[in-house]
């Protein structure tokens, strides 16, 4: 398997960082996970900008890691994709569905179909991709119960397995505990490097069991913030690195 990371910057717009996306490559399919802003540029340096992606998975519908999807879907009919493509989401689809209608991304103009559909843990298991909710949009729950709004506030993280490896994409978390029980049989981990506390990190990378990837925050602020712990096998990760098992 092989990750290729195309963006790193967090909720907060950063200067030349591409906000949250993921290029994975299985033996079976190349899939986008995630698809924050700037993720249709970085498709386009890549040559893959017609019938190569066979899904987008999006882990949560926060912007940092799904507004890009409106311009990559309207890029890729205009760089005539004509290969079915398969867009999963964690919650809201019909919501989803209309927004594409009332943007003018009309079905009906597209030469390929675009199937928009909500996953769950089993999805995607003959490709070795099994998401795992986490508590990423817990602290919602006020305002949505309050409010009436209907979002469900599900978020994933995910494992990959291939052969006898396993990674785990932390995506945005809540907390270490999050993912707790997932971390102990992975090989690496791509961790999301602002939300779980700094001593939770640290804990983590004093183990030495694990290939550790932080990620998702300004590259000088983790750099200050993780000096201490950083070494072969706790990195920072940079945009359009690539992560191979």
Do not use: W
């Not at 040559?47 to 882990?59: R, V």
């Amino acid at each position: 398997m092989k990750l290729k990371i195309l963006g790193t910057a967090p909720g907060k717009s950063l200067l030349d960082k591409s906000h949250t996306s993921y290029l994975l490559e299985l033996d079976k399919a190349l899939f986008l996970i995630d698809c924050g802003e700037g993720t249709t540029q970085k498709l386009l340096k890549l040559g893959l900008m017609e019938n190569q992606i066979d899904a987008i998975i999006i882990s949560h519908l926060h912007p940092d890691h799904f507004s890009g999807i409106f311009n990559l879907i309207q890029s890729l009919y205009l760089y005539k994709r004509t290969k079915d493509l398969y867009l999963y989401l964690p919650e809201s689809s019909e919501s989803i569905k209309n927004f594409f209608s009332t943007l003018y991304m009309f079905q009906e103009r597209y030469k390929f179909k675009l199937i928009i559909q909500e996953y769950d843990r089993s999805s995607f298991e003959e490709f070795g991709i099994y998401p795992s909710l986490n508590n990423h949009l817990v602290g919602y729950r006020n305002i949505i119960d309050s409010h009436k709004y209907t979002n469900s506030m599900k978020a994933y993280s995910f494992i990959i397995k291939q052969k006898n490896r396993k990674m785990l994409l932390s995506c945005d978390i809540n907390s270490m505990k999050d993912i707790e029980m997932l971390i102990p049989t992975c090989d690496v981990i791509i961790l999301d490097g602002i939300h779980p506390s700094r001593e939770s990190i640290i804990n983590l990378a004093n183990e030495g069991k694990y290939s550790i990837y932080i990620t998702h925050g300004d590259y000088d602020e983790f750099m200050n913030k993780f000096k201490d712990i950083l070494s072969i096998n706790t990195r920072l990760v940079k945009e359009n690195e690539e992560i191979i098992l």
